[in-house]
Each structure stands twice: as structure tokens, then as C-alpha cells.
């Protein structure tokens, strides 16, 4: 199971972590993502954390993904947030065939 939290309204160029914990699978086997999904888009994904970490190009030098394998949990620290920003934000958890998803967290950047 995971479970999203830190959604929440924000105004431009303010920040929002985002947390996301994980129980009954071995947390630290998985990759973990954060995908988003914007009203009339596709889901996309903005960040994954392995041994490394890799980032969509329109989150880069803004958005910090990290993971913590003792509290099963990820993290996503947004900075300088945009309203493009906003979308439900997902996270993922995938090894091999085992992939969860958790229910979403809305993010809504507006003045």
C-alpha cells in the first residue's frame, strides 16, 4: 500500500514536499517514482530514485526526489512551483512485475 500526502494549494514560486509511505513490500527492492496527471492530459512521470535519480526535463533544478529506506518512505521536495505544476501527483513503487500506485495528492499552483 502507499500512501500520498503534502498536496495542497500553493501560490507561484512557493514550494509543497510531498511524501509518500509505503507498507507490506520490501521498500528498499523498488524503484520510486512520482508520476502526475494534469486535467485532459496523460500521466507522466516526473521523477524516479533508485542508487540514482533521474528527472523529467520540466522538473529539473525545481523538483528533488529522495527516498528514505528505514521510514519506507519517498519524498518530493518541489521548489519554485509553477501552475503548469499543477495535477494529481501519484506515486509508484515497481520491481520486476510488482508495480503499486497510491490514491494521488492534489497540486494546485494559483495565485
Known amino acids: 500500500q502507499l500512501v500520498e500526502s503534502g498536496g495542497g494549494l500553493v501560490q507561484p514560486g512557493g514550494s509543497l514536499r510531498l511524501s509518500c509511505k509505503a507498507s507490506?513490500?520490501?521498500?528498499?527492492?523498488?524503484?520510486m517514482s512520482w508520476y502526475r496527471q494534469a486535467p485532459g492530459k496523460q500521466r507522466e512521470l516526473v521523477a524516479r530514485?533508485?542508487?540514482?535519480?533521474h528527472y523529467a526535463d520540466s522538473v529539473k533544478g525545481r523538483f528533488t526526489i529522495s527516498r528514505d529506506n528505514v521510514k519506507s518512505t519517498v519524498y518530493l521536495q518541489m521548489d519554485s512551483l509553477k501552475p503548469e505544476d499543477t495535477a494529481v501527483y501519484y506515486c509508484?513503487?515497481?520491481?520486476?512485475?510488482?508495480?503499486?500506485w497510491g490514491q494521488g495528492t492534489q497540486v494546485t499552483v494559483s495565485s
Open positions: 530514485v533508485t542508487s540514482s535519480t
Open positions: 507490506g513490500i520490501i521498500f528498499s527492492n523498488y524503484a
Open positions: 509508484n513503487a515497481q520491481w520486476w512485475s510488482y508495480d503499486y
